[in-house]
Every structure is written in C-alpha cells, then in structure tokens.
C-alpha cells in the first residue's frame, strides 16, 4: 500500500465516523496532507466553507499558512492555542482542526473544544496526557486511526532509524548532592505514602495542610524532587558527550534537545560556530532567524540546540541526527523527537542518542517513556565511537 492509499484509507474512517475524531498518526506518515485532503473534499462536497486550525506554537502557525497558500485553501484561518482559546466566544468554523490536539487547554481562558463547528479533526502522535485530560478530548472525539512507526518503517514511508541509550557519570561532587536529595526524598515519601501516583496527590494536598508536620514533609518531598531533577538534566559531563556525538557525525544535520536553556545555551558554545541555539524566550523574528540560518545548507549550521520549542513540529528532511540530552517520562515527548529526524530521504538512516545519568532517577524515566521499544543500550560514548568509526573505515574506499 502507497503513503497516499493509507492516508486516504485513514479519511474514510474519519468519514465513518461522521467526520468527528482524531488521527494519531506519527511524525513522517502526513497528517498535515490528510488535513488538506479533508478540507479539500469536504469543500467540494459542499459540506463546509470555513476552517479553524489551531496550533500550539508560532512555528506551526506559520508552517500551517505556508501549506495553505500552497494549496490555495480558501477560509482557513490559524491559531495558536493561547490565542484560540482566549477568542473562543467569538470564534466558529465548519470544521475545526486541532493538531498537536494534546496539547489544547481544557479548562482555562475559554476553551477551545467548545468553538462552534460542524466536524472536528484533531491530530497528534500519541494523544496521552500526563494530568489525564485526554480522556476530556477522548469522550467527545475517539480516535478513528492508529498509524505506528513500526507501520511507516514496513512501508517506507519513514527512513529507518537507530536508537542508542549512553550512561553518563555525574560529577563527584554532583553525585553527593544528588544521593542527599535522594535520601531526603525517599524519606519524605515513605512519610507521606510511598512512592507512587498517590504519594505525590496526596503531597499536593499536605502541601496546603494547616499541619505544620504534614506540610513541612510535602515541602521536603518538592524539594528534593526538583532539586534531582535538576541535577540530572543539567549533568555537566553530558556536554563533553555531546560535543564527541556531534564531532563523530560531522557531516551530518543534528538536532540537541535539552531540559533547561541554559544546558541547551552551553551546548552551543561547546559545539561552536556551527550550532545554534533555539528556544521559546528568543523573540519570533530571532527563532525566524535562526531556523532561516539552519536549513539554509550555505550557512554552514549543522547543529541546532533546543530545549523543548522544537519537539513538534519542525520539519527539516535533512536531519538525520538527534541527542536527547536530557528527557523526562513521557512517551509522546519520546515519538515526536523521534519524528524529527526520521522524514523520508532516500539513502537516510537516522541515529537517535539518549543520554542519561547512570544511576539516576533520569534512568528511570527514559525506561518508561521507551516502554514497548527495543533500543541499543551501550555501556558509554567510547562503544558509539568505536561502532561509527568501524563503520567508516568499512566503507571507505581503498586506495591502490
């Protein structure tokens, strides 16, 4: 079956289902095509004449208009979330299109489900939120198609990729102030509850207890929580292991996905004057700016460093290389960075880098959020290196 045949087949769902739901669908099968299938056929079917696509970033917003102008879309208009759902009262459309439909406000500043429309398609790679709110998106709108890497890898429609997962030593002296806020937590918790989902709803509530006891022990738990977050996403020893990453795979485009702008700005000075740095407190015309520099290919940018700005949405087939220095738990956060470098490309085969603190908590939430994948775990950067270089010396050409 062609990309076209499926996205086609995936329409007739959305149409069984009376033009109501949602398509989660990975990054590299087109749901972006699909939508313009759908306004353009609904259209001619004379069953709508406007449209409302609203988008969680400017980035989108502007890629969204340049798809529009090129198809000639008429009565289409863009939104960003932020912006859609303050204009919710006085907003309507015929089909309302929420892509990146996770990520849509549910219950601040008007909210965007309630625009008034005919038929909703909403899109996104995996529709699973951490606080549970999809199940609000779920109820109105189900999922009428299910599109996996595994399927647009069997068919290629994605280019096949290679994830590797690299242990990071802290420092020593980061490694006694993480066990410290380690010990303190694990007691704070085993006080409150243990240490699952509950513990932390039930911090939540002790927090605002009038116990001086009970809130002084949520208020031991928070902070010993943020502060092994934040040793582990700013681990120092992982910019070194970067740097080699990006030494090793030179000739390719890469993409560096941080936790904080500040880890995310020192990578760039590390790397040097073929990185840039993108995150969502430049301005809009710098972030033009800078996206403008990195696909310009006589730029001579190869590295983007970006701390969460660019997790969806940021469509630039060259890539072939992602480092996801620093992640948290969630696997929808796992497929899109994925998706952003396996867009088909004839000869592409795309490599995607995990770092971890060894022996972390950080550890543990890039297990759960690669739960039901079989990535290749190494025992440090020095086994990468030796497989590429192995890999190089194989194929290059033999000299008489």
Same mark, same amino acid.
């Given at each position: 079956m062609t990309r076209d045949q499926r996205q086609k087949q995936s329409l007739n769902a959305w149409a069984v289902q009376g033009y109501q739901g949602c398509l989660q669908a990975v990054t590299g099968f087109g749901k972006t095509r699909v939508t313009i299938m759908a306004i353009k056929g609904l259209t001619k079917k004379n069953l709508i004449k406007t449209t409302i696509v609203t988008v969680p970033t400017i980035t989108l917003k502007e890629q969204w208009e340049q798809e529009i102008n090129t198809f000639k879309l008429e009565g289409v208009e863009v939104f960003v979330n932020n912006t859609a759902a303050m204009r919710a009262s006085e907003l309507s459309a015929d089909l309302l299109v929420c892509d990146e439909v996770h990520t849509i406000p549910t219950d601040t500043r008007g909210i965007i489900l309630d625009i008034p429309h005919k038929y909703f398609l909403g899109l996104s790679a995996t529709i699973k939120r951490s606080d549970g709110k999809h199940e609000e998106i779920l109820d109105r709108y189900p999922v009428f198609d299910v599109v996996t890497f595994e399927e647009c890898l069997e068919n290629g429609w994605i280019s096949p990729y290679t994830v590797y997962n690299i242990p990071v030593d802290l420092s020593d002296e980061d490694r006694k102030l993480y066990d410290k806020a380690d010990r303190s937590?694990?007691?704070?918790?085993?006080?409150?509850?243990?240490?699952?989902?509950?513990?932390?709803?039930?911090?939540?509530?002790?927090?605002?207890?009038?116990?001086?006891? !009970?809130?002084?022990?949520?208020?031991?738990?928070?902070?010993?929580?943020?502060?092994?977050?934040?040793?582990?996403?700013?681990?120092?020893?992982?910019?070194?292991?970067?740097?080699?990453?990006?030494?090793?795979?030179?000739?390719?485009?890469?993409?560096?996905?941080?936790?904080?702008?500040?880890?995310?700005?020192?990578?760039? !000075?590390?790397?040097? !004057?073929?990185?840039?740095?993108?995150?969502?407190k430049l301005t809009k015309k710098t972030?033009?700016?800078?996206?403008?520099?990195?696909? !310009?290919?006589?730029?001579?940018?190869?590295?983007?460093?970006?701390?969460?700005?660019?997790?969806?949405?940021?469509?630039?087939?060259?890539?072939?290389?992602?480092?996801?220095?620093?992640?948290?738990?969630?696997?929808?956060?796992?497929?899109?960075?994925i998706g952003r470098t396996v867009r088909a490309q004839e000869d592409k085969e795309a490599i995607i880098i995990n770092l971890y603190s060894r022996d972390t908590q950080e550890e543990r939430w890039l297990q759960n959020r690669q739960k039901g994948t079989t990535p290749i775990y190494l025992n440090s950067i020095h086994d990468l290196i030796s497989i590429y270089e192995v890999s190089s010396r194989v194929q290059a050409p033999v000299g008489d």
């Open positions: 937590f694990r007691y704070a918790a085993s006080q409150i509850g243990g240490y699952g989902p509950d513990t932390l709803r039930l911090a939540q509530t002790w927090i605002k207890s009038p116990d001086k006891k !009970e809130q002084g022990l949520a208020a031991m738990y928070y902070n010993a929580l943020r502060r092994r977050k934040d040793i582990c996403i700013n681990n120092q020893n992982k910019v070194e292991i970067v740097e080699k990453v990006v030494s090793l795979f030179s000739d390719r485009y890469g993409i560096i996905f941080s936790q904080s702008v500040d880890f995310a700005d020192s990578i760039r !000075e590390s790397i040097g !004057e073929t990185a840039v740095t993108f995150h969502s972030q033009r700016e800078i996206l403008n520099d990195f696909t !310009e290919k006589q730029s001579g940018i190869k590295t983007i460093s970006t701390v969460q700005a660019l997790d969806a949405g940021f469509d630039f087939p060259e890539l072939s290389l992602a480092v996801v220095a620093a992640g948290y738990s969630s696997q929808l956060t796992n497929i899109q960075r």
